[in-house]
C-alpha cells in the first residue's frame, strides 16, 4: 500500500509498481469518483469532507485484503482513527515522502482538485497538514524519498521492497 501526501505520485508510481509485480493497482479516489459519479472536490463540496472520509475509510478497508494489489488511497486516510491498524498483517506499506515544496510544485494547476490545498497559501497549508500526518505516514513499513527522483526509478526501489517480502515485522520488533 503506498501512502504520502499529495503530489507525493502515488497515482503514477502506483501502476509503475504493479506492472513491474505483475499485481493490479488500485486508486482509492478513482473508485470513489467512479462509484459516486463525481469528483473529489465536488464530494467535499456537496457532502463535506466527513462523508469523503466515510467512504474512503470503508472502501480501502475492503481492498486492503485483496492480494497482489497495490493500492493508493489518499493522502488523508492515515488521519481515520485505526486506519493503519486495520490493515492485515500481510500489507506493506511504503511512505512516499515528498517535501512540501516539492508536493505544491507538482500540482500547480491542479489545484482545484485538491480541496484542502485549494486556499491563498498551499504552500503554507501543505506544511502544516505534513506536519501533522507525518508521525502517520512514518508508521509505514518502508519510506521512500520521492524529491528529485523519476517515477520509475521510485518504482523500481518499491517493487523490490516488496517483492523480498520484508515487512519490517516481528523479527524487527
Ligand atoms: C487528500 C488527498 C487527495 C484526496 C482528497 C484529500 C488529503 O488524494 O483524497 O483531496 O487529505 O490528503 P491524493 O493524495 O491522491 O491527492
Redesign the pocket.
Known sequence: MLL?????G??TIGPLVAERLGWRFI???QE?MRQEGMT??EL?RTRG?EA?RAL?NRLTAGLSCHARTVL??????V?RPGALDSLPDSACTVWLRVSPEEAVRR?RGTLD?????AGADPLAQARE?LAQ?EPLYARAHHIVDVDARAPEDVARQIAALIATGDHGGDEEG
Open positions: 504520502g501526501f499529495m503530489g507525493a502515488k497515482s486508486d482509492v479516489d470513489i473529489i472536490a467535499f469532507e469523503f474512503e493508493a488511497p489518499g493522502g488523508g486516510w488521519l500540482l482538485d485538491r480541496p484542502l490545498l497538514l500526518r
